[in-house]
C-alpha cells in the first residue's frame, strides 16, 4: 500500500512517497577492517617480551641463540612461507568484503539510463524517434534498532578473529622451523654415526679377512661381518635418503631452495646449560599471564561478541526499518493525446516492517542463542586446555631436562672410555673387536645425546611460545600492527 503527497512547483513536481506497509526480508552482513582494536593483543605479546629475568630463563636458551643458521631460517620463514603469504591473502580478503558491507550505513547512490528508438503504429504520419529515459537516486537507511551498527561490528570482529589467526601460524611456524632444523641435525648425525659404524666393520673385516689366510680366524667370522657391512652400506642409504626427504621438505616450507638451507647447517645440536627443576616450576608463576597473551583464546572471546551481535540482530528482524531517498527521474506524460517528456524530482521516507515470515524469525533467535552458547563454552575450553597444555609443557621440559644432564654425564663417561680403551689396545691389552665396541657405544650415545638436546631444546620452546615470550613471533605479530 502506498500513499503519494505531489505539490507542484511550476512544470516539476515535488513527489513525497511514503510506504506505510512492505513486507520483506532482509539480512546483511557489514565488514570492515579496524586493526587498533587488535593492536592490545599485540602489545600485550610485546609486553611479555619484557617481563626480565624471568623470561630470559627461556629466550636466552632457545636453538637459535647458539645457531646462527637457524635464526636466518627463522627471519626468512617469517616472510616467505606460504602459510603466512596465505593468511595475508585471506586478511585481504576480509578487508575488500568489509569495505563493500561497511556501505550498510552510508549513502547510495544510483542511477539509470536507457535508449530506445520507438514509433506510434496508430498515427498515419508518426515516425521513428529517438527517447531517453533516465534516473537519479540518492538513499540511506536511517534507523534499523541497531542491526545495522552490530552488523558493522560483525565484520570488524571476523577481520580481528583473521588476524588472530594469523597471529597464531607466526607462532605456530616458528616452533616448526625450530622443530624440523634440529630434527635434520639428528638427521645428519645419524648419518655420521652410521658412516662410522660402516668404517668400524670395515676395518674388522679386513682384519678379519687377514686372520682367516693365517688360519686364525674362520669363514663364518668374515661371512658375519660382511653381512654387517652391506647391512651397514644400507642403513647409510636410507638415512641419507631420509636427510634429504627433511631438508626439502624444511626448504618448501620456509620458501628456500635446499641447496640455501644446506650451507646454513652446524655440525651439531651445541650443548647447552639446561634449566634446574626450581627454575622451571617458577615458571608456573606466569601460566596466567600465558592464558591472557594466547591469540587462540582471544580468538575465542571475539568469537563470543561476535554471535551477540548475531543474536542481537536476530531479535530486530521483525521490527519496522526506516529509510529515505531523494532523486531525479524523467518518463513521458500523455498530455493530451501528445507524449512529452516530464523530470520529477523526489524525495521520501520509507517504513519497511515484516509483519509474519513464518518461523524464520524465530529460526534465527534459536541458533543465534545456540551458537552464542556454543562459542560461551569454546571460549571456556579453549582457557581449560590452554593451561592444561602449559602443565603438560612445564612437566616435559623437567623431563627432557633430566634425560639431557643424565645424557651428558653418560656421553662423557663414553667419552673417556674410549680414550681408555684406545690406550689398552696401543698397548695390547685389548683386541681390536673391543676398541671397535667401545667406539661404537661412544657414537650411539654422541646420537643419542644429540636426541636429548633436540627434544629439550624442542619442549623450551614450546613453553616460552605458550607464555608468549616467543621473540621471532612477537617481532612479526607487532609489525602487522604498526
Not at 546483511?28 to 623470561?55: D, H, Q, T, Y
Amino acid at each position: 500500500m502506498r500513499f503519494h503527497f505531489r505539490l507542484a512547483i511550476g512544470e516539476r513536481a515535488l513527489s513525497l512517497g511514503v510506504l506505510v506497509i512492505v513486507i520483506q526480508r532482509k539480512f546483511s552482513l557489514v565488514l570492515f577492517r579496524n586493526r587498533v582494536l587488535l593492536a592490545g593483543v599485540a602489545v600485550s605479546w610485546i609486553v611479555a617480551g619484557n617481563l626480565g629475568a624471568e623470561e630470559s630463563l627461556l629466550t636466552d636458551r632457545l636453538p637459535e641463540q647458539s645457531m646462527s643458521g637457524l635464526q636466518a631460517l627463522l627471519e626468512t620463514a617469517m616472510t616467505q612461507s606460504s602459510s603466512i603469504q596465505i593468511r595475508d591473502l585471506v586478511e585481504e580478503n576480509f578487508e575488500g568484503r568489509g569495505l563493500v558491507a561497511k556501505s550498510g550505513k552510508q549513502m547510495k547512490l544510483g542511477s539509470s539510463v536507457s535508449y530506445r528508438k520507438e514509433q506510434d503504429l496508430e498515427s498515419d504520419e508518426s515516425e521513428i524517434r529517438d527517447r531517453v529515459y533516465y534516473s537519479l537516486t540518492l538513499s540511506k537507511a536511517l534507523y534499523h534498532w541497531g542491526a545495522l551498527e552490530a552488523n558493522k561490528d560483525k565484520g570488524e570482529l571476523s577481520l580481528q578473529m583473521e588476524e588472530l589467526k594469523t597471529f597464531e601460524a607466526y607462532r605456530n611456524l616458528a616452533l616448526d622451523v625450530r622443530k624440523r632444523y634440529l630434527n635434520i641435525l639428528i638427521a645428519r648425525k645419524d648419518i655420521e654415526l652410521s658412516e662410522k659404524i660402516l668404517e668400524l666393520y670395515r676395518n674388522q673385516l679386513e682384519q678379519a679377512e687377514e686372520r682367516f689366510k693365517s688360519g686364525t680366524a674362520s669363514t663364518v667370522q668374515v661371512h658375519a661381518l660382511t653381512l654387517s657391512v652391506n647391512k651397514s652400506e644400507l642403513d647409510v642409504l636410507r638415512k641419507e635418503n631420509g636427510f634429504q626427504d627433511q631438508v626439502d621438505y624444511l626448504a618448501r616450507l620456509v620458501g628456500m631452495e635446499s641447496s640455501e638451507i644446506e650451507r646454513n647447517f652446524v655440525g651439531g645440536i651445541p650443548k647447552r646449560d639446561s634449566l634446574e627443576t626450581e627454575e622451571i616450576q617458577s615458571l608456573k608463576n606466569h601460566f596466567d599471564g600465558g592464558v591472557d597473551r594466547s591469540s587462540s583464546i582471544e580468538q575465542s572471546s571475539k568469537a563470543v561478541e561476535y554471535y551477540e551481535k548475531d543474536l542481537l540482530i536476530a531479535n530486530q528482524r521483525r521490527k519496522p526499518k526506516i529509510g529515505m531517498s531523494i532523486g531525479l527521474t524523467q518518463y513521458d506524460l500523455d498530455s493530451r493525446g501528445a507524449r512529452r517528456p516530464e523530470e520529477i524530482v523526489f524525495g521520501g521516507v520509507s517504513i519497511s516492517w515484516s509483519i509474519f515470515d513464518g518461523s524464520a524469525t524465530r529460526g534465527y533467535k534459536r541458533s543465534a542463542i545456540a551458537q552464542l552458547e556454543e562459542m560461551n563454552a569454546r571460549f571456556e575450553d579453549a582457557k581449560s586446555t590452554y593451561r592444561f597444555n602449559l602443565e603438560r609443557a612445564q612437566r616435559l621440559l623437567n623431563l627432557n631436562a633430566r634425560v639431557l644432564k643424565r645424557d651428558e654425564t653418560a656421553l662423557e663417561l663414553s667419552e673417556r672410555h674410549v680414550g681408555e680403551a684406545t690406550k689398552d689396545f696401543e698397548e695390547g691389552r685389548v683386541t681390536f673387536d673391543v676398541l671397535g665396541s667401545t667406539q661404537r657405544s661412544f657414537m650411539t650415545q654422541d646420537s643419542q645425546t644429540n636426541r636429548s638436546r633436540a627434544a629439550y631444546l624442542n619442549s623450551l620452546a614450546e613453553m616460552a611460545s605458550l607464555l608468549g615470550f616467543d621473540p621471532f613471533s612477537q617481532k612479526f605479530i607487532a609489525s602487522r600492527t604498526e
